[in-house]
Nanobody, 127 residues
Framework: QGQVLESGGGLVQAGGSLRLSCAASPQITTRYDMGWFRQAPGKEREFVGV?????????HVADSFKGRFSISRDKRGNTMHLQMNNLKPEDTAVYYC???????????????????WGQGTQVTVSS
């Protein structure tokens, strides 16, 4: 922990939207993929999506979230965002961003492909 800083969680009603942010240094964002995961109580950590290091760019969102979640980066390139729309109660979880384990390599979707996890931010969706 310490290389990334998440923010933006909170309580939202079903059907609402939230945007999570994850800030990191240029030394990280220009060399490492950064991923989003979530973990609900009693469940394993689940891959949400990944954004490639700059200038490669590009994003990949897990199929189960496509159409509702998207990942982007701010113009400076040092903060990535997870935009979550049409939220459902089952989206309630702690959301984490993390830095890929290997520089200048495409990370997979397993938590073991990532290191330097953020502290997590709670997202609660009420019905």
């Amino acid at each position: 922990q310490g290389q990334v800083l998440e923010s933006g969680g909170g309580l939202v009603q079903a059907g609402g939207s939230l945007r999570l942010s994850c800030a990191a240094s240029p030394q990280i964002t220009t060399r490492y993929d950064m991923g989003w995961f979530r973990q609900a109580p009693g469940k394993e950590r689940e891959f949400v999506g990944v954004i490639r290091w700059t200038p490669v760019g590009g994003t990949h969102v897990a199929d189960s979230f496509k159409g509702r979640f998207s990942i982007s980066r701010d113009k400076r390139g040092n903060t990535m965002h997870l935009q979550m729309n049409n939220l459902k109660p089952e989206d309630t979880a702690v959301y984490y961003c993390a830095v890929a384990r290997n520089a200048l390599q495409r990370a997979g979707n397993d938590p073991s492909d990532f290191t330097s996890w953020g502290q997590g931010t709670q997202v609660t969706v009420s019905s």
